[in-house]
């Protein structure tokens, strides 16, 4: 408790002025797109979400509850990234030099003193949760008592509500230290945290583990050498714009003393590893290190102490660093260079954008068939969750789990995103277009089940079920547009079929199921098949199964 106290006394100025600083900018700084799509979480609170798990959903619900507005949903962030440079700054443990302290820790981009430190997305609570675990781990080695032992487990669940990243900190320090493994009170560690966990694993089983499915498999694109590459520039840079090699090297050239800091070297260099080799299989977004570029902030700083000449000279690095990060900040939170700088684009003024939308549709209802981004902007300017229904081969996103557009039904309604009637360049600097659907028909409720592939006399059939599963009945076909279409990928060929013309059915019945059976051709392997399939209307998805491969059955 004393070296707390020392800790807030030596840095309590500085605390103070940047909590002001952040809450500026979380109040004149537009939303960013991602932010508005965590707050729609939280107009449904759930123990999951397509994405991510449910604490970025609480944070957005507290501080919408308090107002609702950028910054409103802003202020636990804000709080959050305080809280998380204190634990810095404890854990670092140098008081006799404090301004370096402040100085270094400021210069990295990706920690809470800049983009988690205002911005409400899920790596704020994870930054929180992890400084929390380090002290709690070092508690615990030192004593693992039931009390060091229960908070561990609470707070490594933390963690893990948070963001899946916990697992590969728990890994890693597993690795670090394999004598965790004979310690009862690890397992029973584990054992609280999996109860502590077991909502959300009961939510992912319920919903056939989207979020996991979407990281390993959906994500994956394959090798590609811009993915190698960008991920390695970006990491340096994220270490810092012009000592971010230097900082790495440090943290290479670090000599663990004890147990503790062998776990921090392992976790600031285990990370970059683990994504490096994931670059093989997709990109790889640059905060996804965010978490462990605490541990490579503390250790890279105690290994500069045993460089003299260079503790020195790398703070001529460091606050060029530092005060290109203020500017980007200020250009951020204004509207100069909108036109010029591409991920401003990101962050538009929603009010502005809701209304033009508004008028561009002639104030009729607003059916957004784009991924979540508009839906989003536009669903939080309203203050109001609103429907989409993305085209068939959009990336999955939470608006999947939250099929609403039925309250469309029977409505003249505007398709942004959807057709070429309107096409127009935005006063937000986008260019976008949309079409009117008269008398709009939603299958929403609607899926695919019990498929199979059977050989039967040397014919290749696809079966399965058509399933409705809401109280109210379907038409097969609306209109020509409006109608149920199967579409059914393999062999790297695209097919489509009218479900009104496969059988006699043209209606579904509330809770209900039709069988249909399909006749497929030219197959490379008669015993198995990779099969993409799904139902569409009007090129929107009603329903896709992930793509898999299915055993051909005789």
Known sequence: MDKLNLTWKKFRWFLIIWLIINALQAFFTNLHYDETYYWIYSKKLAWGYFDHPPMIALLAKAGDLIHHSQFGIRIFPVLIGVLSLFGIFHLIGDFKNYKKVIIYTISFPLVTSHISGFFIIPDAP????????????????????????LLFSIIISGMFYSKYHAGLVMILTIISNFDLLKRRSFWLAGILSLILLSPHIFWLYNNDFPSILYHINDRATGFNQANLFRYISTQIIAAGPFSGLIIIWLAIKFKSKNQFDKTLKYIALGFYVFFLFYCFKGHVETHWTAISTIALIIISYKELQNHPKLNKKIYYLLIPSIVLLIFARIILST???????????????????????????????????????????????????????????????????????SIYNGKRIFALNFGDEKVWASNTHLKLSGTFINNYYSYSGLKLDDIEIVNQNDSIYLNFNLTNETNKSFLIKKDDDQRLILNLSYNNN??????????????????????????????????????????????????????????ITY
Do not use: C, W
């Open 335 to 405: 509207n100069y260079l909108d036109d010029k700088l591409p991920f401003k684009s990101y962050f538009i003024n929603m009010n502005e954008f809701s209304n033009e939308l508004d008028s561009v549709a002639e104030n009729h209802p607003i059916l957004f068939t784009s991924k979540y981004h508009y839906l989003s902007i536009y669903s939080f300017a309203k203050n109001k969750l609103v429907p989409g229904s993305p085209h068939y081969n959009k990336r999955f996103s939470q608006v999947d789990l939250n099929m609403i557009d």
């Open 126 to 149: 994870l930054v929180l949760f992890f400084i929390l675990y380090l002290f709690a781990y070092k508690r615990y080695l030192l004593n693992d008592s039931i009390i060091n032992t």
């Open 494 to 551: 695209s097919y489509n079929y009218s479900l009104n013309k496969l059988n006699n059915e043209q209606i579904i019945l509330p809770n209900s199921k039709i069988k249909y059976k399909i006749n497929i051709k030219n197959l490379k392997d008669r015993s198995h098949v990779l099969l993409d399939i799904g139902l569409a209307s009007n090129g929107l998805r009603v329903f896709r199964e992930r793509k898999k491969m299915y055993n």
